[in-house]
C-alpha cells in the first residue's frame, strides 16, 4: 500500500501524523509512505528528522487584516493556490498513492482537492473540538472525517463520514507509571505541579505561575516542575524578584523545556497548561486533573473549545486569558490540590474520555477505505 501524509504548519498537525505514519511501519513494513508539507514549515525538520520521504509544495494562509503588507500577502498566496495545485498534481502523479490522509493546515488543501479530482480516495483527521476552516471543505469530498474528540461533529455537514477515532498518543505516555516516574524524578508524598505553556513557553502562564512557584519555593508545601520555554529565559529572575532563589530549593524543578513528558506527566498531581489538542489527549490518557489556560492566540479560538470539551466531561477548570490573574490561578489549584475528592473525580472522568488506540483506529478506517475502492 501507499500513503500520502498531507498536514503542516504546527507540530500539532504534523506530530499526530507522524504517529501514525510510525503505527503503520510497525504493523506493515512494506507500506510505502510519502509527507507533503510546505516548504520552510516545522514539517520540513521533523518529518526528515523521523525518517520519512517528503516532498513539498509553496502555500499560505489568506491574511484578515486591510494592512498594505496584509494585501500583498493575500494577492501572493491567491497566486500560490495556483501554482501549489500544480505541484501537488506532480508529486501524486509520481507517487500514485492508494490514499491520501489530511492532518490539517494550509497545505492539506492543495493536495488532498487535487488528490479527490484525480479519483485517489481521501481522509481527514481533525485534531481540534473545533475544526479548522481546511478541514470543514476538505470533509465535503472525504471517504472519512476522523475526529478526536465527538464534539467536532456538530461543526461538519452533516453528510460528512464521521468516526471518532481519538489523537494519536505516544507509545511512552500510554505506557507511563505514577509511581516509577515519581521515584525516578525524586518526587516524595507531597503534591506535585506540572505546569507549562509550549517549547516557546506563554509569557501569561509564566508571569500568573511565578508567584506561586515562590511561595512553595517558602513553604515547601508543594512540588513543582515548571519549563517557562526559549522565550522565557527570564522567569528564574522573575521568581527570584518575590523572593524566592530556584537554585536553593530541592522541591522545585524549574527548566527552559520538558523532554520527559511521559515521566513528569505521569508523576502529577495536577497539570497546569495551554489547550493543545495533543496535549490535552495525552492527559486523558493519564487521567490528570487539569487547570486549562487556552490561547486565544489561534484560529478559530480552537483551544477554548478543546478545554470547554474536558471541562463540560467534569475532567477539569478553565482560566480564559481574559481572567488570569495570580491570585485566581493559585485559588484554582490550591482548592484542587485541597479537595482529594474532586482530584479523584476529574482523575476518572478524564480518563473516561481518553482514547488509548487511536492509532489502531486510525489505520483501520485507512484500510478500509482503500479496501472499498480497489
Known amino acids: 500500500m501507499k500513503i500520502l501524509f498531507a498536514g503542516g504548519g504546527t507540530a500539532g498537525h504534523i506530530n499526530p501524523a507522524l504517529a501514525v505514519a510510525g503505527y503503520i511501519k510497525e504493523k506493515a513494513p512494506d507500506t510505502e509512505i510519502l509527507f507533503v508539507g510546505n516548504r520552510g514549515g516545522m514539517e520540513q525538520t521533523l518529518v526528515p528528522k523521523a525518517g520519512f520521504k517528503m516532498e513539498f509544495i509553496s502555500i499560505s494562509g489568506f491574511s484578515r487584516s486591510l494592512s498594505m503588507k496584509s494585501v500583498k500577502h493575500n494577492v501572493e498566496t491567491f497566486n500560490k493556490t495556483f501554482t501549489a495545485s500544480k505541484e501537488a498534481k506532480r508529486i501524486i502523479s509520481q507517487f500514485n498513492p492508494d490514499i491520501c490522509v489530511g492532518t490539517g493546515g494550509y497545505v492539506s488543501g492543495p493536495v488532498l482537492r487535487t488528490a479527490a479530482k484525480m479519483g485517489i480516495p481521501t481522509v481527514i483527521h481533525e485534531q481540534n473540538a473545533y475544526p479548522g476552516i481546511t478541514n470543514k471543505m476538505l470533509a465535503r469530498t472525504a471517504k472519512r472525517v476522523m475526529l478526536a474528540v465527538k464534539d ?19 507509545g511512552e505516555i500510554i505506557k507511563a507509571d505514577r509511581e516509577k516516574a515519581r521515584k525516578k524524578l525524586g518526587v516524595d508524598e507531597r503534591p506535585l505541579v506540572l505546569s ?113 470539551a474536558l471541562v463540560n466531561n467534569g475532567a477539569a477548570e478553565i482560566i480564559e486569558e481574559k481572567d488570569l490573574t495570580e491570585d485566581l490561578l493559585i485559588e484554582k489549584i490550591d482548592s484542587l490540590l485541597k479537595n482529594p475528592e474532586r482530584l479523584s473525580s476529574f482523575a476518572k472522568n478524564s480518563r473516561k474520555m481518553a482514547i488509548a488506540d487511536a492509532n489502531e483506529r486510525i489505520w483501520s478506517v485507512i484500510k478500509s477505505v482503500v479496501s472499498n475502492s480497489i
Not at 467536532?152 to 505516544?170: I, L, W
Not at 511561595?215 to 524578584?241: E, N, T
Not at 490518557?285 to 492566540?297: C, E, H
Open 152 to 170: 467536532a461533529e456538530k461543526y461538519f455537514d452533516k453528510k460528512a463520514r464521521v468516526v471518532v477515532t481519538g489523537n494519536p498518543v505516544r
Open 196 to 308: 507549562f505553556g509550549g517549547s516557546l513557553g506563554a509569557r501569561i502562564l509564566n508571569e500568573n505561575m511565578a508567584a506561586l512557584i515562590a511561595r512553595s519555593g517558602q513553604d515547601k508545601a508543594y512540588q513543582h516542575i515548571h519549563a517557562y520555554g526559549g522565550h522565557g529565559l527570564w522567569f528564574p529572575d522573575l521568581v527570584k524578584k518575590k523572593g524566592t532563589d530556584i537554585s536553593e530549593c530541592d522541591n522545585l524543578d524549574i527548566r527552559e523545556y520538558i523532554d520527559d513528558m511521559a515521566d513528569c506527566m505521569a508523576a502529577a498531581d495536577l497539570v497546569i497548561s495551554r489547550a493543545g489538542a495533543i496535549t490535552l489527549s495525552e492527559i486523558q490518557v493519564l487521567g490528570k486533573p487539569a487547570v486549562l489556560i487556552p490561547s486565544p492566540n489561534v484560529a478559530e479560538n480552537h483551544q477554548y473549545h478543546n478545554a470547554m
